[in-house]
């Protein structure tokens, strides 16, 4: 008997050749499915809870009923019913404001123009030491934004100059400013309480005619 090595090797059954994959049978493709189907339904909850995405910085807007005159000396439009405001605001809420009781002071602020950005935080910190009559309410209009232009984006100066009341973002016409009869900046439309023009003031507004102003539009007790 030899006491060599056996060096025959054993014969391996061939291996089955793998079958192709069809796309459809892909790991990433049904991953991905996954992934859309869950977008889908995030944004089907979203829209059935009426939530409201923010834009970036303008937002569809309406103005409805007859707009003002464009602002003049002597002022046409007071006395004049204000046109309905539906628009956004800057944290995202959709709201109309109309005479519904409420008498509001609408300032209009471009970020680029240099007389808001000064009017701005001085408006600011006299609204945050000093009270609103009740029954008034200090609404801010982003308008006339332009992503080209200084001091964007004007959600951050907003936020940086603490503005303490309501900011409402104008569409990309500048749709509520065009409807308020805007001529120069910054501008004030003070509308009462029945949604009538009481005054209109183009320009600073020094911080003693902002509270006469408010006290104005403050209910007759």
């Not at 409201?52 to 439009?77: I, K, R, S």
């Not at 951050?156 to 104008?170: G, H, K, M, N």
């Not at 509520?176 to 183009?202: E, K, M, N, Q």
């Amino acid at each position: 008997m030899s006491n060599r090595p056996n060096t025959k090797k054993a014969r391996r059954s061939p291996t089955p050749a793998a079958k192709p994959t069809t796309w459809w049978q892909s790991p990433l493709v049904w991953v991905g499915g996954l992934v859309i189907v869950a977008a889908a339904v995030a944004l089907g909850v979203a829209a059935s809870s009426g939530e409201v995405t923010p834009t970036a910085e303008t937002a569809f807007t309406e103005a409805l009923g007859t707009p003002l005159e464009p602002f003049a000396t002597p002022d046409p439009a007071i006395g004049m019913q204000a046109p309905l405001i539906s628009a956004q605001t800057m944290d995202g809420e959709r709201v109309q404001l109309k005479g519904d009781g409420t008498a509001r002071l609408f300032g209009f602020f471009a970020h680029w123009c240099p007389h808001c950005q000064a009017e701005l935080p001085v408006t600011a910190r006299w609204l945050k030491e000093n009270s609103v009559p009740d029954g008034v309410e200090v609404v801010a209009v982003s308008t006339s934004v332009d992503a080209a232009a200084d001091n964007y984006p004007p959600s951050e100066w907003f936020e940086r100059e603490e503005w303490p009341a309501t900011v409402l973002l104008d569409g990309e016409a500048s749709t509520i400013a065009s409807a308020y009869g805007l001529t120069a900046f910054p501008f004030w439309v003070a509308v009462d309480a029945d949604g009538l023009v009481v005054a209109r003031v183009s320009g600073a507004l020094e911080e003693s005619s902002l509270a006469s102003l408010l006290a104005e539009l403050a209910p007759q007790k």
